[in-house]
C-alpha cells in the first residue's frame, strides 16, 4: 500500500502538467501575432470554454442514453460534434467574430431544446441553466451592447419555456436521477463560471501589471500616477537639481566596426550595469540617446543632498567601467555633471517621456561633451555643494560651446571619513 501512495504522488505532477500543457495549446488555437492582448484573452477564454464543455458534454450524452433518454442524449452529442468542427475551422481562419457567435448560439440554444426534450424545468433538473454561459460569456468576450443581445435571448428562452411547460411531456426518469441532475448541472455551471471568471480576473490582472511595470519603466511613479488621472500636459520647476550625462568616448568609430546585434547587447549591458546604480542611489534615469546616459537627482522627489547622490553615482559608474568589459571591451567615458534649477515635465499625447529643460541641463550636457576620458567634470555651483565630501581638482575655466567660460573641477575620490 504504501508503494501504491508513492507511485500516485509521483504520478500526480505529471497528470497536473499534462493538464497545463492542454490548456495552453487549447488557449493558442486561432491566436495571431498581431493580436491585442484583449483581443488574445478573449479568444483564449472563448476557446478553452468551448473545449473545456466537450468532456461534459459527452458524459451528459452517455448518462442519458443509458437512462433510456436517447433523443436528449442526442443534443449534448451535438454539441460534441459541431463545437470540434467550428474550433478546427476557427484555428484555420482566425475569425474571431464567426467562431464566437455560433458557439454562443450553440451555448443558448442546446440547453433549452434540452430542457423540451426532458419535459420542462423540473424533469430536466434545471438544465436550462447551461443556458445561463452564453450571456456570461458575451458579457467576458464582447462588447456591452453586443452582450444585451444575448441576455435578451436568454430570457425570451425562460419565458418560452414557462408558457410551453403545460405541453411538455416528461422523459419519464427516476426521481433521483432527477434530484442528483439537478446537483450535477448546478454544481457544474457555478464552477464553470467561477473558474471562467477566476481566469478572466487572473489574465486581466497579469496585463495590468504588466502594463503598469512597462509604465513604471518609462515614467517615475508619481509622473504615471498624475498622468493616469490627468491628460493634461504635466510641468513643474525644480530649483536644486542635479544632472549628469555620461558618454561613451569614440563610440562612432567603435559603433562602425561591430555588428547591429553586438553593438546593441554591448549598450544594453552597459545601461543595465548604469541602471542598477542609479536604483542604488534612488535616482530617476532619464533617458538615452544613443550612448549617451541622462539621470536627474531631485525630480520628480525633491531631496537637499541631490548633488552627493549624484556624484556618488558618477564615482561608481566610472569604477564599473575601468572595473570590467563589457562585450569583450574596454570602454571610457567621459561624465559631465551640474546642478540649479531644471524645468520637468511630460508634453505630447503619444510616446511622451519624462525630460527636463533649462541652462542646468544644457550645461551638464556641456561638462560631459567637453570633458576628459574617464574623468568626472562638475561645475562650480555643483562643486559648491559637494566640495566638503568629495577630493576635487581645480581644472580652471574653459569656454563652453554656445556660452562664457565657466570653472570647472574634476572630481577623483571621496573623502575619507
Request: neutral net charge.
Amino acid at each position: 500500500m504504501p508503494q501504491d501512495s508513492s507511485q500516485s504522488a509521483e504520478r500526480a505532477p505529471w497528470i497536473f502538467s499534462v493538464g497545463q500543457r492542454l490548456v495552453a495549446q487549447a488557449g493558442r488555437i486561432g491566436a495571431a501575432p498581431t493580436d491585442s492582448t484583449e483581443r488574445a484573452l478573449q479568444k483564449r477564454l472563448i476557446v478553452l470554454l468551448s473545449v473545456g464543455l466537450l468532456p461534459l458534454t459527452f458524459l451528459w450524452s452517455v448518462i442519458y442514453f443509458a437512462a433510456g433518454a436517447r433523443l436528449s442524449a442526442a443534443i449534448p452529442g451535438l454539441y460534441t460534434i459541431i463545437a470540434p468542427i467550428n474550433t478546427a475551422v476557427f484555428a484555420s481562419t482566425r475569425n474571431l467574430a464567426v467562431y464566437r457567435f455560433i458557439q454562443l448560439l450553440i451555448f443558448l440554444i442546446l440547453p433549452w431544446l434540452l430542457m423540451l426534450s426532458l419535459g420542462g424545468f423540473k424533469d430536466s433538473s434545471v438544465v436550462i441553466i447551461w443556458a445561463a454561459l452564453c450571456p456570461l460569456a458575451a458579457l467576458l468576450l464582447e462588447e456591452l451592447r453586443q452582450t444585451l443581445f444575448w441576455i435578451v435571448g436568454f430570457v425570451s428562452l425562460l419565458i418560452a419555456s414557462a408558457l410551453l411547460q403545460p405541453y411538455l411531456v416528461p422523459a419519464g426518469l427516476s426521481e433521483t436521477f432527477v434530484t442528483w441532475f439537478f446537483v450535477l448541472n448546478i454544481g457544474a455551471v457555478i464552477a464553470i463560471a467561477f473558474a471562467l471568471l477566476y481566469y478572466f480576473v487572473f489574465q486581466r490582472n497579469f496585463f495590468q501589471e504588466r502594463s503598469e511595470m512597462l509604465l513604471l519603466n518609462i515614467l517615475p511613479r508619481e509622473i504615471s500616477e498624475a498622468l493616469k488621472a490627468n491628460q493634461q500636459p504635466i510641468a513643474a520647476q525644480y530649483e536644486d537639481a542635479s544632472i549628469l550625462f555620461a558618454d561613451v568616448v569614440e563610440f562612432t568609430s567603435m559603433a562602425a566596426t561591430m555588428t547591429p546585434m553586438r553593438l546593441v547587447d554591448l549598450l544594453n549591458e552597459v545601461f543595465q550595469c548604469f541602471d542598477d546604480l542609479v536604483e542604488k542611489y534612488d535616482l530617476e534615469k532619464i533617458k538615452t540617446i544613443g550612448d549617451c546616459y541622462m539621470v536627474a537627482a531631485g525630480v520628480p522627489r525633491s531631496c537637499p543632498d541631490h548633488a552627493t547622490r549624484i556624484v556618488n553615482l558618477a564615482l561608481d559608474m566610472r569604477a564599473a567601467i575601468t572595473e570590467r568589459k563589457f562585450g569583450d571591451r574596454e570602454l571610457a567615458f567621459r561624465i559631465g555633471v551640474n546642478s540649479g534649477p531644471v524645468v520637468a515635465g511630460v508634453i505630447g499625447r503619444k510616446k511622451f517621456i519624462y525630460d527636463l529643460w533649462g541652462d542646468a541641463v544644457n550645461i551638464a550636457s556641456r561638462m560631459e561633451s567637453q570633458g576628459q576620458n574617464q574623468c568626472i567634470q562638475i561645475t562650480s555651483h555643483t562643486f559648491g555643494l559637494i566640495k566638503d565630501e568629495f577630493v576635487c581638482a581645480a581644472r580652471g575655466p574653459i569656454k563652453v560651446k554656445g556660452g562664457d567660460h565657466l570653472e570647472v573641477w574634476h572630481v577623483l575620490a571621496r573623502k575619507a571619513t
